[in-house]
């Protein structure tokens, strides 16, 4: 069974301030989505990455899919009050086209 | 810019019932799909569909579960008999071709609340 851990689970941080968000697992992913998810809404998708090493930048947030594309993380620059939310990966499976794995999410409060 | 659809957005029911749950995909998105994320629990998969087939389904997805194209553009998910707990917001998404690496699109999920 594939699994995909996020840490932290909850992250309160102060406006300007750096985080980053990590995605593991000991699985091997055809591709590693990210998606942020407001409360009674679905997932949203940010981005995804599909080769190992790859870095994306999305302004102010940074995506990195690990070599061995087992891990991923979110690196989010001078956070502000409207990144809050519920940071959530899901990595398609290297065998199987069809469905995603939903990490266990990390949900970030930016204080103003 | 093209999105999923879904109605209705709640769904109260009581326990033993059935409910259908809609969705309409992105237009020229050829494989469909529902997962659900009972309330504090990460999204899981439930099915895929494609070419009126299903692709694959989870272990949740068992024989009360069943999921029907009626139409060119509506996608649904039935619950036979309802049980408290499933009880959850429930998600179709679509993609385009369905290849390793493509994006998912969600819609903006069902609440079911089985009383």
């Known amino acids: 069974t594939q699994l995909l851990e996020q840490s932290p689970q909850f992250l309160s941080i102060q406006e300007g301030e750096n985080l980053t968000v990590y995605c593991n697992s000991s699985s091997v992913f055809s591709s590693l989505q990210w998606y942020r998810q407001e409360p009674g809404e679905g997932p949203v998708l940010l981005v995804t990455v599909v080769t190992g090493g790859e870095v994306k930048k999305l302004k102010r947030l940074t995506f990195q899919f690990g070599d061995a594309r087992k891990d991923s993380s979110l690196h989010i620059t001078a956070a502000q009050p409207g990144d809050t939310g519920l940071y959530l990966c899901a990595g398609g499976s290297r065998y199987n086209t069809d469905k995603l794995i939903f990490g266990t999410g990390t949900r970030l409060q930016v204080f103003p | 810019e093209p999105e999923v659809t879904q109605t209705p957005s709640h769904q109260v029911t009581q326990m033993g019932q059935e409910v259908i749950l809609r969705c309409v995909p992105i237009s020229n998105h050829l494989y469909f799909y529902w997962y659900r994320q009972i309330l504090g629990q990460k999204v899981e998969f439930l099915v895929s569909?494609?070419?009126?087939?299903?692709?694959?389904k989870s272990e949740i997805f068992d024989d009360q579960f069943s999921v029907e194209r009626p139409d060119g553009s509506n996608f649904t998910l039935k619950i036979r008999s309802t049980k408290l707990e499933d009880s959850a917001m429930y998600f179709c998404a679509s993609s385009e071709t369905g290849l390793a690496g493509e994006e998912q699109y969600f819609g903006p999920g069902t609440r079911l609340t089985v009383t």
């Open positions: 569909f494609y070419n009126n087939e299903i692709s694959e």
